[in-house]
């Protein structure tokens, strides 16, 4: 080598370096070929002792919060919030967190296996030569092929939905039990008939003064559990001189009604009501009419269903109109019946009374497709379609359906008529062991791909996952199989997939952003590269600055609101399921959850239902007593905790835990509530009942696993 170096030489070779140094650090274009390798073959992009950090998006939940994974040799060590991501803001939760030990999980399927019969725990490995030729054998039978994915991530989906359009065959199914519980489908439905477009709300709670919330348990899983958090933080410095007021209106009390200034215990059934009679007292105390919507308000009926007095009831119809930031918003079980549209519908009215919206501290529209927030109805129809001998191959990617569907629904019969199922699970959860194949997908942090935000952000935002480690396992990119195969298949299906792999598909899909050349956008470039490049440095793309549709009200308030009256007292109690850390369920198997106590019952590794002191006198129960819970549906044992913040007309239990698989840590933990909820259909959706239950005791005692002494937060009973 020469003994100087020019200064055009150095130029060249720093641009070289820095080119690398990009690259290698997973930011370049040449990212998606490096090999991240472990301690025993040491790449040379990693340092022994040094950490090497990958921004990416978290997959524990449809949020799309961003996180920043750091590494070291070649291992994911720790996870954080990515503090620019609009979505979290640098925070993360326990879920999140808990992303590493779905990595290292000892219970992950490892290889491609097939299950001969279905339901039994041997299998057969199978190279992926074999398998991909067993797709493209079932993709080659277009007419007969199905897709059921979850609500993420996003990338898989919005392929199966090219593919089957491809293929000529009926567009994928999403579902989740997000989307069964969040009640997100409704609160479209609501915004569609108030502000004329379906699209999911936005509450800007942290720049409110007054906040009524109808069911929405927003601390700990509704829609955008960090993003809600955070603004519920700015809500209570009281950033414009007054400390913000939260009344939480729900059957039993949840973390976000134990936070509230005040928990209002909501008969089920009933939160229409009661937002109408609010809404009827708001109108009179502005001196504005009252408007049809709210003409039939009772407001007997709904003190009835509160238990708060009239005088109460006033105070807080005064507080909301009197406020210059209310905002109400509305989710979870209140809006997963037959009714919880009407139900989103009288509590959007609320807001439109104090005219909120497009207003700091109001109602905006998200972006969110309405078709990304999946649907009980479409789910029901493929099983229809299954139970008719239409669908020969059913390929499943993302959910449980054994586990999450309501087993009323018919799930796990339709499936035994489907000749072939292919699941792509990474776990060996009950629908997968259900399959004749398991072709393993990536977990997510081994993963390529990107999540739409789920009504989480202020702004449009697209998160971008990328792997921070080389696959464990002989899994792989169920997009990469699916190209494979189609390709294999030849003719106008093979013409029709133009990707060379997944990279390449995420990548033409981030051109139309590309050519847009938004000046508010986080980045610009002149080609994908580059902005391939910034995306990944980034972890996402999104606007800069805040900016959302206001939404404007339409006549939805000039029409009356049909809602039905809470149950008659008939013996029976209202049994209410509420999501947990487990998410839909496929977070039971991550010890870390497991071992997190509930923040209202202290419990852990296990489930329970939870009974009102003067109900379990009643019924002759205590803590730690297993009892039988009927419901026309079905039955399932629970052990009881005895809980006093809860209506004595009402039980509840936890959705998440009774898995009989999964692996080591998940399996045989409590009792899944599912089974013994009931689902019925109307104008072609399926909604949730509202379910009655009957509690028998068994004789039998099981103690909780609790961090609290056995003289218990609420005192020993």
Not at 60 to 68: L, N, R, S, T, Y
Not at 312 to 323: K, P, V, Y
Request: charged residues 20%; proline residues 6%; contains cysteine.
């Amino acid at each position: 080598m020469k003994g100087k170096i020019s200064r055009r030489d150095f130029i060249k070779l720093s641009g070289v370096g820095a080119a690398a140094a990009a690259a290698l650090t997973g930011c370049g274009p040449a990212s998606r070929y490096v090999v991240r390798q472990p301690y025993g073959e040491m790449p040379e992009y990693n340092h022994t002792g040094f950490s090497t950090y990958f921004a990416t998006t978290c997959r524990e939940c449809p949020a799309g919060c961003g996180i920043v994974v750091r590494t070291q040799e070649g291992r994911a060590i720790k996870i954080e919030g990515n503090p620019n991501h609009p979505v979290n803001r640098g925070k993360i939760c326990s879920k999140g967190l808990t992303a590493v030990q779905g990595l290292y999980n000892p219970d992950r399927i490892q290889e491609p296996r097939q299950y001969k019969p279905r339901g039994d725990k041997k299998f057969k490995a199978v190279e992926w030569d074999a398998a991909i030729a067993v797709v493209q054998e079932a993709l080659q039978n277009a007419a007969g092929v199905a897709f059921l994915v979850g609500l993420f991530p996003d990338h898989v989906y919005d392929f199966t939905r090219e593919l089957s359009s491809a293929l000529k065959a009926p567009e994928p199914v999403r579902y989740s039990a997000y989307s069964m519980f969040d009640g997100a489908q409704a609160l479209a439905e609501a915004a569609g008939v108030v502000y004329g477009k379906q699209q999911v709300p936005y509450f800007d709670i942290g720049n409110a003064e007054v906040v009524f919330s109808f069911g929405a348990d927003f601390l700990t899983s509704w829609l955008s559990p960090v993003t809600y958090s955070r603004a519920f933080g700015r809500l209570r410095r009281g950033e414009y001189g007054q400390r913000g007021y939260l009344v939480s209106f729900e059957a039993r009390q949840s973390s976000t009604s134990a936070k509230a200034d005040l928990w209002v215990p909501v008969k089920p059934g009933a939160e229409g009501l009661v937002a109408a009679a609010l809404g009827a007292l708001v109108a009179e105390l502005r001196g504005q009419p009252v408007p049809p919507i709210f003409a039939g308000a009772d407001l007997a009926t709904a003190i009835a269903a509160t238990g708060i007095s009239a005088e109460q009831f006033r105070e807080l119809a005064a507080r909301f109109a009197q406020s210059s930031r209310p905002v109400a918003l509305a989710g979870g079980g209140a809006l997963t019946r037959s009714d919880g549209a009407a139900i989103a519908q009288a509590v959007l009215a609320l807001n439109v009374l104090v005219e909120n919206g497009g207003k700091t501290g109001g109602v905006f529209l998200s972006t969110t497709p309405v078709e990304d927030l999946g649907s009980l109805g479409a789910v029901q129809a493929l099983i229809e379609r299954m139970n008719n001998g239409e669908v020969q191959t059913l390929f499943i990617h993302g959910c449980n359906p054994l586990f999450e569907l309501p087993a009323t629904l018919g799930f796990a019969q339709a499936l035994a008529n489907v000749p072939q199922v292919i699941s792509f699970a990474s776990f060996p959860d009950e629908t997968a062991l259900s399959s004749d194949y398991i072709l393993p997908d990536h977990t997510a942090l081994e993963a390529w791909g990107y999540q739409r935000n789920l009504a989480g952000a202020d702004r449009v935002a697209l998160s971008g996952s990328q792997p921070v480690v080389v696959p464990l396992y002989d899994t792989r990119s169920t997009i990469d199989v699916l190209i494979t195969a189609a390709q294999g298949a030849g003719g106008d299906l093979a013409a029709a997939m133009i990707y060379n792999d997944e990279v390449d598909y995420i990548q033409q899909k981030l051109i139309p952003i590309l050519s847009q050349n938004d000046a508010q956008g986080l980045f610009t470039a002149p080609e994908i590269q580059t902005f391939w490049t910034l995306w990944l440095q980034n972890g996402g793309w999104w606007r800069q600055n805040p900016g959302l549709e206001a939404g404007s009200p339409q006549d939805g308030l000039e029409s009356a609101l049909a809602l039905p009256a809470p149950p008659e007292e008939d013996g029976q109690l209202s049994l209410v399921t509420f999501e947990t850390l487990f998410g839909d369920g496929q977070g039971a198997n991550r010890p870390w959850l497991q071992e997190t106590p509930d923040p209202m019952t202290t419990v852990t590794w296990g489930s329970w239902i939870e009974v009102n002191p003067h109900t379990a006198e009643e019924l002759g129960i205590s803590d730690d007593d297993i009892v039988t819970v009927s419901s026309p549906a079905g039955e399932i044992e629970a052990v009881v905790y005895v809980y006093p913040a809860i209506r004595p007309d009402t039980v509840a239990m936890p959705f998440g835990q009774g898995h009989t698989v999964l692996g080591r840590f998940a399996e045989q933990r409590g009792s899944n509530p599912a089974y013994i909820l009931g689902a019925s259909g109307q104008n072609g959706q399926v909604y949730l009942d509202l379910t009655r239950v009957t509690i028998t005791p068994t004789g039998r005692r099981r103690p909780l696993a609790r961090l609290e002494s056995r003289e218990g937060v609420y005192g020993e009973h």
